[in-house]
């Protein structure tokens, strides 16, 4: 009896509790909870309130995964398991985390060589794990080697400094980040060299460098060409050259081959990122002035805060998601670099980030229901989760790009009723209406989204439906118009000819005068 | 002969490009009414342009929008047209007043005008790629205008050809000069009344205290 009134008053107890939890659910507006103002830009480059797409549910430290707290990690990664590889640089250490993100599978500290001797790590940098082989690629960057080793610790190649007369012998040789694509060729970027990234065969032996910058063409760049064309050899030795800042993260998308890499120079505002395809080609060039991250920078007693981009990670759905180590915000884009969603500031709250030392970004899930966010400086790794918005946007968003315009427009639509602010939106129902044959419909969405050459698209067709609909009306107006005119006239003239006393009335004489 | 109203002298004008200013002269004819609102249909059609067009020829976002620099391409500039000429003119032994010269000058200004409605008529029922619709009625329109400022200018102050091309050359720079001394103005006077406001309210801090 007694023991039954104690699980009656736990059964009332739970169901106040999750009574209470309905009512803050149904309380929310998206971002109140957020330490920061959720916000979007508009197509006039304006910063607009907006609704959250993620966010931020919990922080995860060392202590938390049930080890020492994290000391300076530097990367995060996760593989084809959605097991996550999390470098801990000052621990000398990597940590194989499984897929919830609340317990350590592995922890790899010591290494065993070829030869059977056993070797540690050195301040690691970065790691990558091929879908493929499910080998392990390892920066080891101050013993200046990078380690491939299989997922039991055992090293099956070792990278160090490429005798190469490619590579200049005077450079280190201090891999930063690296990354293996679909043939097995490993890319390490390199921290002392603006040529690329140091590429290497699935042997391990050197072939060259791979998607270096291009020079941005700023008036001294172009000064400076000019005066190094004219210059003589003796001259030309005391000049300086034109080098490209050098990028230095990059992410592979493992299923198109594509490489993104991520530049955070400051001085720079060309190839911020890039997406280069197996030749070495910028297929982002076409925009190289784009503006990644925050439109404008802003300055605060002297100082300017502009986005620097230390991090970028293509998610399953082809998002590209980068890492603002300024402002602690991920900027999300869709695979055609529109921006989707902003997230994340700098503070001490979960969702804020340490200023200026963030490390790492990384999604998981087919349409990036999470994004985890490496921080340096606390030594945590924060999840942001998706929000019902976020999904319909990243629904209607693959639906869009993948050319699926009229499966978009529900999803499009459904936006629309959470945020009347979302200009794409609008463009996505213009052209579903479009491709419906809803002219209409089409130009009033485009209208809607200040897209005036949709617009003009939708018209013409309209006006031609139009013009087909209504031709046997406008035939008949038009003949009823000329047989108007030719019978008036000739009602006119009869008239004229019949009583000729009008034709002498004074103000006839009158209308002749003006004529003259 | 040419007992004409207001109304039909507007129309005799504009549909006589050579004849019709010499008689508007001899007869003394034209109002300043109509002036007004010829400036007034101008300040019109230039926001029409911008804001009544078909929306595949809108060129300016809602949002950046601003009434201030239709009212300098109408008012403002026809008001310094007339000042620089009538400026010019007297010292070039010009016949006309300040008031036949803005009569004439604005009576020159409607197939503009009416070009640019013809415009956004237009613009409702073209498409893009069918723009050189729109350069022919410009051009129309501009050349009409042109020929009737010319004539205009050359009625009002009995001038031969040569020296009416001569004063509208002037007038254009006294134009420019005149632009150039009411920017200089405005910003002095903005910087007079800041300088009251703030000695305002120093005042007012110290009574205050």
């Known amino acids: ?103 350590i599978l592995q922890i790899y500290d010591s290494f065993t060589m070829p030869d059977g001797t056993k070797t540690k790590l050195k301040n690691p940098k970065g790691i990558y794990v091929s879908p493929d082989t499910g080998l392990l690629y390892i920066a080891d960057n101050e013993n200046a080697r990078a380690l491939v080793c299989q997922p039991d610790g055992k090293v099956v190649m070792e990278i160090t400094k490429p005798e190469s007369n490619v590579y200049d012998q005077q450079l280190t040789f201090l891999p930063q980040k690296i990354l293996c694509d679909n043939a097995g060729n490993i890319y390490i970027v390199l921290n002392n060299t603006t040529k690329g990234a140091a590429m290497f065969d699935a042997n391990g032996d050197f072939i060259g460098y791979y998607g270096a910058n291009a020079v941005a063409a700023t008036a001294t760049v172009i000064a400076n060409h000019f005066w190094n064309a004219i210059a003589s050899e003796e001259e030309k030795r005391y000049r300086s050259r034109s080098t490209p800042t050098a990028f230095d993260n990059f992410d592979i998308d493992s299923v198109k081959g594509f490489i993104y890499t991520s530049t955070s120079s400051g001085s720079t505002d060309t190839d911020i990122v890039k997406k280069v395809n197996p030749e070495g080609y910028n297929l982002f060039s076409y925009m190289s002035n784009y503006t990644w991250g925050d439109l404008f920078s802003t300055w605060y007693s002297g100082t300017s805060y502009k986005t620097k981009i230390v991090d970028l990670d293509i998610g399953d759905d082809g998002s590209i998601n980068c890492l603002d180590a300024t402002t602690g915000r991920v900027f999300q884009y869709d695979k055609e670099a529109d921006l989707l969603f902003i997230m994340g500031t700098t503070g001490d709250q979960v969702g804020a980030f340490t200023q200026g030392n963030v490390a790492a970004v990384e999604t998981k899930g087919k349409g990036c229901e999470n994004i985890y966010v490496l921080d340096a400086g606390k030594g945590t790794v924060t999840i942001f989760g998706q929000t019902v918005f976020g999904n319909i946007v990243h629904e209607a968003t693959a639906l869009y790009n993948g050319g699926y315009y009229e499966e978009a427009l529900d999803p499009w639509l459904e936006v629309l009723k959470r945020d009347g602010n979302y200009r794409r939106a609008y463009l996505g129902i213009s052209s579903a209406y479009y491709n419906m044959g809803r002219y209409k419909e089409s130009m009033e969405y485009a209208k809607k989204a200040d897209a005036s050459g949709r617009y003009n698209r939708a018209f013409e067709r309209y006006r031609s439906q139009w013009l087909r609909e209504h031709l046997t009306a406008i035939l008949i107006v038009i003949a009823l118009l000329i047989a108007g005119i030719w019978g008036g006239r000739r009602f006119l003239r009869k008239r004229k000819n019949q009583t000729p006393a009008i034709a002498n009335a004074p103000e006839s004489k009158a209308e002749g005068g003006t004529a003259s | 002969m040419m007992d004409l109203t207001q109304p039909q002298w507007v129309k005799h004008v504009v549909f006589h490009p050579f004849e019709g200013f010499e008689d508007l002269r001899w007869k003394k004819g034209g109002t300043l009414k109509y002036t007004a609102i010829i400036i007034a249909a101008l300040f019109v059609a230039l926001i029409a342009l911008d804001r009544w067009c078909g929306f595949q020829f809108r060129p300016l976002p809602d949002a950046l929008f601003s009434v201030v620099p239709y009212l300098m391409r109408s008012v403002v500039y026809f008001a310094a047209w007339v000042l620089g000429n009538w400026a010019v003119c007297t010292l070039l032994d010009g016949e006309g007043t300040m008031k036949n010269i803005a009569i004439y000058s604005s009576y020159a200004l409607i197939p503009y005008i009416v070009q640019i409605f013809a415009q956004v008529i237009l613009s409702h029922v073209l498409v893009r790629a069918e723009g050189v619709f729109f350069d022919t009625v410009y051009y129309v329109g501009i050349i009409w205008t042109a020929v009737l400022l010319f004539n205009a200018i050359k009625a009002v102050h009995q001038y031969t050809f040569t020296k009416t091309v001569a004063a509208i050359i002037l007038t254009l720079f006294a134009m420019l000069v005149i632009l150039f001394l009411a920017v200089l103005f405005l910003s002095l006077f903005q910087k007079v009344y800041v300088f009251f406001y703030s000695l305002y309210t120093e005042i007012l801090y110290r009574v205050r205290v």
């Open chain 1, 1 to 103: 009896m007694k023991k039954n009134a104690g699980h009656r008053l736990m059964q009332t107890a739970a169901v106040m509790l999750s009574l209470l939890g309905t009512a803050a659910a149904l309380q929310l507006p998206a971002s109140a909870d957020e330490p920061y103002d959720v916000y979007n830009y508009n197509y006039l480059g304006e910063a607009v309130p907006s609704q959250a797409g993620y966010l931020a549910e919990r922080a995860v430290s060392g202590l938390d995964l049930g080890t020492t707290a994290l000391n300076a990690p530097s990367d995060l990664f996760k593989d084809e398991k959605d097991q996550f590889y999390l470098v801990d640089s000052g621990n000398n250490r990597i940590l194989r985390i499984n897929s919830e993100f609340d317990e």
